[in-house]
């Protein structure tokens, strides 16, 4: 007879004994053998070995003297290599002579066991048969191929050939980092054809390692795979020498130098109001040159300027700052003199700022409490001026602005009053002109037109001057 029961259906085509209960035969602490008793014939293959469990299988019994069957087992201690006769033990019963099997499913993967067996009747034990020594096979190897993707944006990639044996579950996937003492578990992965996992969320231009192990369906774990490393994708090369300008009208152009990654994406340029402030992003750009068109005259912006990668991963731009700003006003004109000059007032300043090419003259004629006139000449272009046109008994205030080639309007300069009288002009009071520009609360329309709510009244420039 030969056995042909696979082990993994015992569970349910063996009569299987595991342990005794209150009611079961044990040997007799002072046993009577009976050498009529049959002794238990293993069949030709009559042992099976697995990685944990182990079985029999043994000619039939036929004497109707026999109740059961005694089972002694013994675990050899690895370190030793004593061969285990007579030092077994009773381990369990079988009852009844009909049984042919036994499986033990008390069994530890590469470990060395001894059996032997005695049939008995209800007043004797037979002789023991033949002592059966025998190793459990040892733990699944994991799989046989693995392999890794390298260079993956926060992420890694693991694929391996699928498990050969029937018995194989599921993978348990395992990762350690360089600074991780022990392996952890990662992830299970249920099915033997199942032959791919993708790590995510990792850190850039990282190292992982990775290994698996298998697990079969009565769970046992295999011993672990060869291990892979993984080297994440580093991010994008800082954007360097980044320049901002800091004299274009109403603008603000930064350049850098260009990137030569060879999965540049863009460019994104940030932009605060102060250095160390909230920085918003203000463009996307393909070209290393980006122009912040700008409303006001000297305002002042920090700006940032990172790339993109084709996998969206962003340089380190945090500590790589330049600071930009729109060209300032020009300075305000200072007012030297103010004098009569027969039935005329005559202005004359200073030019202050370089930039300067023209100038702007702002004039408001006052007459009572609430009856006022405010008229501009534009495009003056020496530093005097003669004012011809005055009515008796109004007071004047006259400021100056500078405008350069750009129109940008300077700031006023200090205002100069003076008072007509019946007769004729009267200089009644002047303030000095300012050595330096002079804040006003009224701001110049830029396109220099005549302010809003003043009358149309034009004062016409003399040419003698």
């Known amino acids: 007879m030969k056995l042909w029961i696979p082990s993994t259906l015992f569970a349910v085509s063996v009569l299987i004994f595991s342990g005794c209960s209150q009611n079961t035969p044990k040997p007799a602490n002072e046993v009577t053998i009976d050498s009529s008793l049959p002794v238990v014939e293993l069949t030709q293959n009559g042992v099976f070995a697995d990685m944990n469990a182990i079985a029999f299988e043994w000619k039939n019994i036929t004497d109707p003297r026999v109740e059961g069957i005694y089972v002694y087992k013994r675990v050899f201690d690895p370190k030793t290599t004593q061969s285990g006769d007579d030092k077994e033990s009773y381990y369990d019963t079988i009852k009844g002579r009909f049984a042919t099997h036994y499986y033990d499913n008390n069994i530890k993967p590469d470990t060395k066991y001894s059996y032997f067996f005695k049939t008995y009747s209800k007043t004797a034990e037979s002789k023991r048969s033949r002592i059966i020594t025998i190793n459990s096979l040892p733990v699944l190897q994991s799989v046989s191929w693995i392999h890794s993707i390298q260079g993956l944006p926060r992420s890694a990639k693991i694929i391996w050939r699928p498990h050969t044996s029937k018995k194989v579950k599921e993978y ?37 390692k990775y290994r698996i192990r298998v697990v079969t369906f009565d769970g046992i774990v295999s011993t672990p795979s060869e291990i892979v490393k993984v080297v994440t994708k580093s991010l994008p090369k800082p954007i360097t020498d980044i320049v901002a300008t800091k004299n274009l009208p109403k603008e603000i152009k930064l350049d850098w130098n260009k990137s030569t990654d060879k999965d540049f994406a863009r460019y994104y340029v940030y932009r605060s109001d102060e250095i160390d402030g909230k920085y918003e992003l203000v463009a996307k750009l393909y070209n290393n040159t980006f122009v912040d068109k700008i409303k006001e005259d000297g305002k002042s912006y920090f700006y940032r300027v990172s790339q993109v990668d084709k996998d969206s991963l962003e340089s380190k731009h945090s500590q790589l700052s330049v600071h930009g700003m729109s060209l300032e006003k020009p300075n305000a004109p200072a007012i030297v003199d103010a004098k009569i ?31 006022s006139v405010t008229t501009q000449v534009d495009g003056i272009k020496n530093t005097k001026y003669k004012d011809s046109d005055i009515a008796p008994q109004t007071t004047y205030f006259y400021k100056i602005y500078a405008v350069d080639k750009n129109n940008i309007i300077s700031k006023p300069s200090i205002e100069i009053k003076i008072k007509s009288n019946k007769a004729g002009v009267v200089k009644t009071t002047t303030k000095k002109a300012p050595q330096e520009v002079q804040e006003v609360q009224q701001q110049i329309d830029k396109n220099t037109q005549t302010p809003k709510g003043s009358d149309e009244g034009k004062i016409i420039p003399n040419n003698d001057f």
């Open 172 to 208: 348990i996937i395992e990762r350690k980092t360089l600074e991780d003492e022990e392996w952890k578990k990662l992830a299970t992965l249920k099915g033997r054809f199942n032959a791919e996992y993708i790590d995510t969320d990792l850190k850039d231009n990282y190292v992982y």
């Open 341 to 371: 000059v027969g039935n005329s007032i005559e202005i004359v300043w200073s030019k202050v700022d370089p930039r300067t090419t023209s100038y702007t003259l702002v004039r408001k004629a006052k007459k009572g409490w609430f009856d």
